[in-house]
């Protein structure tokens, strides 16, 4: 089945505490990206990834860290999580092959930082 | 300025009939693409349809139309024959060029719809 597989899916931390949000994707994309999603406020796109190595910052991208060293993994790192930080978080893949495919997304990984 | 507005925070709709869900949104690049996605109260995110900036017709994916009207720079969401599973989150989103010449994809704060029996 295709799909965007994140983990966990609830996470409960201490402010400090380093913490890894993994995300895979098995249908080949090339694009991958990072959002947050907080009452009011929709979702806002936190990292993106064109491809393998290619990363770039979204619109709220402070405090948060990436990496694409594979095509099928863009993990979500926070080095130092805050309680500001406390939200919903989304993966989502597409082809690039087609201008309009959609995003796929992952079921949500739901953050709490005390 | 906001990229994507929707103005309607909360929406009821009666069963069975049809509702519009508004989205206007702001770019001066002509190459964008905009979506529709529905977020149940389970979470997840589903796509629902997608309108190009070039697409001559309006998008129709069974009850859910797209109604574009480019010089207005609106994208709303019309749902026929609303079912009481339509009840969710719906949320407009656009696809844009960056200066880079990636794209970024920014979203809507969302409208709740709910669908009375």
């Known amino acids: 089945e295709a799909q965007v597989t994140q983990n966990p899916r609830y996470l409960i931390t201490v402010t400090g505490k380093k913490l890894t949000v993994t995300c895979s994707q098995n249908?080949?994309?090339?694009?991958m990206s990072w959002y947050r999603q907080d009452p009011g406020l929709g979702l806002r796109q936190i990292y993106y990834?064109?491809?393998?190595?290619?990363?770039d910052k979204g619109d709220v991208p402070e405090g948060y860290k990436v990496s694409r060293k594979e095509k099928r993994n863009f993990p979500l790192i926070l080095e130092s999580p805050s309680p500001n930080q406390t939200s919903l978080y989304f993966c989502?893949?597409?082809?690039?092959?087609?201008?309009?495919?959609?995003?796929?997304f992952g079921n949500g990984t739901r953050l709490t930082v005390t | 300025a906001q990229k994507i507005t929707q103005t309607q925070p909360g929406m009821f709709v009666q069963e069975k009939e049809a509702v519009t869900l508004d989205c206007t949104y702001d770019?001066?690049?002509?190459?964008?693409?905009l979506f529709w996605y529905k977020q149940p109260s389970s979470g997840e995110m589903i796509f629902l349809i997608y309108?190009?900036?070039?697409?001559?017709q309006n998008a129709t994916e069974g009850r859910y139309s797209l109604n574009f009207q480019k010089a207005r720079k609106s994208a709303n969401l019309v749902i026929s024959a609303s079912q009481l599973g339509d009840s969710a989150m719906y949320f407009c989103?656009?696809?844009?060029?960056?200066?880079?010449?990636?794209?970024?994809?920014?979203f809507g704060t969302g409208t709740r719809l709910k669908v009375l029996a």
């Open positions: 770019t001066s690049d002509p190459s964008y693409g």
């Open positions: 990834s064109m491809n393998v190595e290619v990363t």
């Open positions: 249908m080949n994309h090339e694009y």
């Open positions: 309108q190009g900036s070039y697409d001559q």
């Open positions: 989502a893949s597409r082809s690039s092959w087609s201008y309009n495919s959609p995003l796929h």
């Open positions: 989103a656009m696809r844009e060029p960056t200066a880079s010449g990636t794209y970024k994809y920014i």
